[in-house]
């Protein structure tokens, strides 16, 4: 019986992988150059030597970003293995560890208490990961994810405005400030985030709809400043109850205030994002689970 040589079957180039495997995550060709520090056609480039190494099509152009097709689902479960095991070699010889980076976005109203405690947790039990948390508004956190910088993100949205991974109802609730109260006042002020910012047309509109005139008392990107408004009397607004002091009182429906139902919080990341940040989406859907209910 002729015995099969194993000398000249195919080597994978580890660059190559780590090409397609970056434009995967990143769902962009030129997000992924960036992050390589390389260019566009370059990048396009080494994904084609590899399709024409393995004879199948990797990666496809859908609607909005790159997704991989099904031969580049099952390359892309190998290629992330035999780069950790290229990062354990080279930690095993430099005598150092190579660690995972899991970039983070969360709102502003997340930053500090459960959520926090819950990832230093996190981060005890997995010492490789090395966490970066950016905090902001959720358009800018949504765009920064969207352009790759970020992996994973805890947004506020209006109902299945996009996909997610989870999605939990967002409470919200009206406040205004319990020693210089700002509802009786004509017009009513209201303290708001910018223009496009969540939650400001929905005030608008229930104002309007009670037939109450209304301005722009003070607008501000930061949750800090918005809470810091209204408890010193700026004006009412609408936030949700994690972000309410004790220096807000509640309105409702005794006010003529109506219940504002449609937003929730989504977790989203890729469906080829690292085992890593899949466990980090469990442990912020966990907390948001506990928090729900």
């Given at each position: 019986?002729?015995?099969?040589?194993?000398?000249?079957?195919?080597?994978?180039?580890?660059?190559?992988?780590?090409?397609?495997?970056?434009?995967?995550?990143?769902?962009?060709?030129?997000?992924?150059?960036?992050?390589?520090?390389?260019?566009?056609?370059?990048?396009?480039?080494?994904?084609?030597?590899?399709?024409?190494?393995?004879?199948?099509?990797?990666?496809?152009?859908?609607?909005?970003?790159?997704?991989?097709?099904?031969?580049?689902?099952?390359?892309?479960?190998?290629?992330?293995?035999?780069?950790?095991?290229?990062?354990?070699?080279?930690?095993?010889?430099?005598?150092?560890?190579?660690?995972?980076?899991?970039?983070?976005?969360?709102?502003?109203?997340?930053?500090?208490?459960?959520?926090?405690?819950?990832?230093?947790?996190?981060?005890?039990?997995?010492?490789?990961?090395?966490?970066?948390?950016?905090?902001?508004?959720?358009?800018?956190?949504?765009?920064?994810?969207?352009?790759?910088?970020?992996?994973?993100?805890l947004l506020k949205q209006r109902r299945n405005a996009r996909d997610s991974v989870a999605r939990w109802p967002e409470r919200l609730q009206w406040v205004d400030s319990a020693h210089a109260p700002a509802f009786g006042l004509e017009p009513v002020p209201l303290v708001t985030?910018?223009?496009?910012?969540?939650?400001?047309?929905?005030?608008?509109?229930?104002?309007?709809?009670?037939?109450?005139?209304?301005?722009?008392?003070?607008?501000?990107?930061?949750?800090?400043?918005?809470?810091?408004?209204?408890?010193?009397?700026?004006?009412?607004?609408?936030?949700?109850?994690?972000?309410?002091?004790?220096?807000?009182?509640?309105?409702?429906?005794?006010?003529?205030?109506?219940?504002?139902?449609?937003?929730?919080?989504?977790?989203?990341?890729?469906?080829?994002?690292?085992?890593?940040?899949?466990?980090?989406?469990e442990v912020l859907g966990d907390l948001l689970h506990s928090a729900a209910h």
């Open positions: 019986m002729p015995v099969i040589s194993k000398v000249n079957r195919t080597l994978f180039d580890l660059d190559l992988l780590r090409a397609v495997v970056v434009v995967a995550d990143c769902g962009s060709f030129t997000t992924a150059a960036a992050r390589l520090h390389s260019t566009q056609s370059t990048i396009s480039q080494k994904v084609r030597r590899l399709e024409d190494m393995v004879g199948h099509r990797l990666l496809v152009r859908g609607n909005r970003d790159v997704l991989p097709t099904d031969a580049g689902q099952t390359l892309l479960g190998y290629a992330r293995h035999m780069l950790a095991l290229n990062d354990q070699m080279l930690e095993a010889l430099a005598g150092a560890r190579v660690g995972v980076t899991v970039r983070l976005g969360v709102p502003e109203d997340f930053v500090g208490g459960s959520t926090t405690t819950a990832l230093a947790a996190f981060a005890r039990q997995h010492a490789q990961v090395k966490l970066e948390v950016t905090s902001g508004l959720c358009r800018d956190l949504s765009q920064a994810y969207d352009n790759g910088e970020l992996d994973l993100v985030f910018p223009p496009r910012g969540l939650y400001r047309d929905d005030m608008i509109n229930a104002l309007e709809a009670m037939g109450r005139a209304w301005r722009i008392s003070f607008t501000s990107s930061s949750l800090s400043g918005l809470q810091a408004a209204v408890a010193d009397g700026m004006g009412i607004s609408l936030l949700p109850p994690r972000a309410a002091t004790a220096m807000h009182r509640v309105l409702g429906a005794r006010e003529g205030l109506p219940e504002v139902d449609s937003y929730e919080i989504v977790l989203v990341h890729r469906p080829t994002a690292d085992v890593m940040v899949k466990a980090l989406a």
